[in-house]
């Protein structure tokens, strides 16, 4: 299992954080590219949003005019001001094929999934009409990002949820908008090994408690259900449920603008 940058366990009986060593998983390996500083561009949008920021999208990832690629606007209230803003997905999966065939190596990078950098968001800010600069996450792109919307971190707007697949292994990041620009907060396995005898799937649930202003994250085992017709597990897309076992709970830690580990407390009784 992976947690994005989670390396600290808070201990509410002893009130101070205890370090704690990052764990191993396939999904250590997925490098996110995330700009340092956003850059802005505007688009100039006077109707609709897809066919103003077509054009940027093109610039920005060096899309020639004769590939097909997919491009998914996911429109929704992202910060204080009110006005609706939206994520751009971007899948290059023809560019992934055409890239191993001019390196003759169709064959390997099928068996590999195509893994690469063809799979981009955008930051669209409803406000100013500025899309951001690319963030690029390496993933197999079979299937593009799946993007949803959660009130997490703040009642007044949405936090984003970015998932992306590692062949039949699929990995979700957290992200909130500050300063016009996605800064990841947490993350966890959606679920590892799909298909295999080392399947393993994770269902988590967001809590308002009085303690914390944000909500926590609470970790169950999940259960992944798919067809039983179902034979290529890098295209798949299972529904996944909730289990009876809790595994962690996170709470946000203002001091790091990021998810921590609640230690678990001594069972006295």
């Not at 366990?9 to 996110?32: R, Y």
């Not at 505007?42 to 103003?52: C, I, Q, S, T, Y």
């Not at 899948?91 to 390997?108: C, G, P």
């Not at 970790?219 to 295209?235: Q, R």
Request: glycine share 6%; proline share 6%.
């Amino acid at each position: 299992m992976c947690l994005l940058l989670i390396n600290v366990m808070w201990s509410c009986e002893e009130g101070k954080p205890t370090s704690k060593p990052a764990q191993k998983s396939i999904m250590d390996s997925i490098p996110q590219t995330p700009s340092k500083e956003a850059v802005l561009f505007k688009v100039g949008r006077k109707g609709d949003l897809k066919e103003a920021v077509l054009p940027l999208v093109r610039q920005l990832l060096q899309i020639g005019v004769d590939e097909n690629f997919e491009i998914t606007i996911y429109e929704q209230n992202l910060n204080e001001d009110n006005i609706p803003d939206a994520i751009v997905t971007v899948n290059r999966y023809q560019n992934a094929i055409e890239s191993a065939k001019r390196a003759n190596q169709l064959e390997k990078q099928a068996a590999n999934g195509f893994m690469g950098q063809h799979n981009h968001f955008f930051f669209y800010d409803g406000k100013t009409d500025q899309l951001t600069n690319p963030i690029t996450i390496g993933s197999t792109p079979h299937l593009p990002l799946e993007v949803r919307f959660e009130p997490i971190t703040s009642e007044a707007y949405s936090d984003v949820i970015i998932s992306h697949r590692v062949r039949n292994s699929a990995y979700q990041t957290f992200y909130t908008i500050r300063g016009k620009k996605p800064e990841p907060y947490f993350g966890f396995d959606v679920y590892n090994n799909l298909g295999t005898s080392e399947e393993k799937s994770y269902y988590l649930s967001f809590q308002k408690t009085e303690k914390f202003k944000e909500k926590i994250i609470e970790v169950y085992e999940g259960k992944a259900s798919y067809p039983d017709t179902t034979s290529f597990f890098h295209l798949a897309k299972p529904t996944i449920s909730k289990g009876n076992q809790k595994l962690y709970t996170f709470f946000y830690l203002e001091a790091i603008k990021k998810y921590a580990m609640l230690k678990p407390q001594p069972n006295h009784g």
